[in-house]
């Protein structure tokens, strides 16, 4: 159908009358990482489930990996990795077990043990599921995730419950898999994950996409007016500009060299997200 590994025009789907997408449209190119945004009840898991395969669609044109979703067969179904946002790990076996019987399910699995070192499990490798923290356990899931050399990697808040190590060390792993060619849709409450993740996200808000672009140029972030901040005699100074360079050299000419505790900044991924959905929770009006 065409090279994209996902391309939506127009999906639409309802609950009891009542819509959950509502025209959405997604592109999302071969080798991208891409991050979804959206409050609660947005439309991001109905979303990815139809992408995945595991929901029905009531209209809209979707492609997945060159395959309509709808119509799922086993050879597509190797070439994606889902990271299931519940625990599906059997309790009883050991990590390494676990792994290995999953790796059966795919043509050309990576090699468990691998697998196991890439999520950062190697001492946990023998312990039983069930003796697993919740993080570790959740490390588990993208293990069973990846170990099938999935083309497009679906995640689905992949770093809840994680420790803020154990976030950075999956985020390099994203990377890893990244650089390795993977496609990654990234679902994600955290917006410093999606920024220091994705090259390009959507933000979504009652089924619709409502802003798209790099997590640096989101909404014209870019752009936006900065926040010059230094500190002299008289205390901390704060002023907004739109002209930051010249406001820089100005201080740098009135301190005659380094300016003490001197930043620039513009709005957070988290500003710009927020403004963006603000009014489209409980509001009829749909934002163009
Ligand atoms: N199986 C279902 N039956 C009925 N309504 C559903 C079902 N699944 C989702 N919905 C409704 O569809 C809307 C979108 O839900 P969805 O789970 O896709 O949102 P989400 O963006 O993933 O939210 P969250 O961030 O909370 O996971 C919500 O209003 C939700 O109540």
Redesign the pocket.
Known sequence: MNDNAVHVRGLR?A??G????DGLDLTISTGEVFGLL????????????ILEGH?TRDAGEVAVLGRDPGRPDRPWRSRIGIVW?NDVAPGELTVRETVRHFARYYPAPRDPDEVIELVGLSEKADARITALSGGQRRRVDVALGVVGRPELLFL??PTTGFDPAARRQFWDLIRLLARDGTTILL?S?YLDEVEALAGRLAV?AR?RVIAEGAPSSLAGRAGKTATVAWTDDEGRHELRTDSPTGTVAALGRRFSGEVPELTVTRPSLEDVYLDLIRGTEGSEERPS
Not at 18 to 21: D, E, I, M
Not at 38 to 49: F, H, I, L, Q, Y
């Open positions: 789907k609950y009891g009542n819509p959950a997408v959206g409050p609660n009840g947005a439309g991001k898991s109905t979303t990815v489930e929901r946002q689905d808040e679902t409450h979504i089924g």
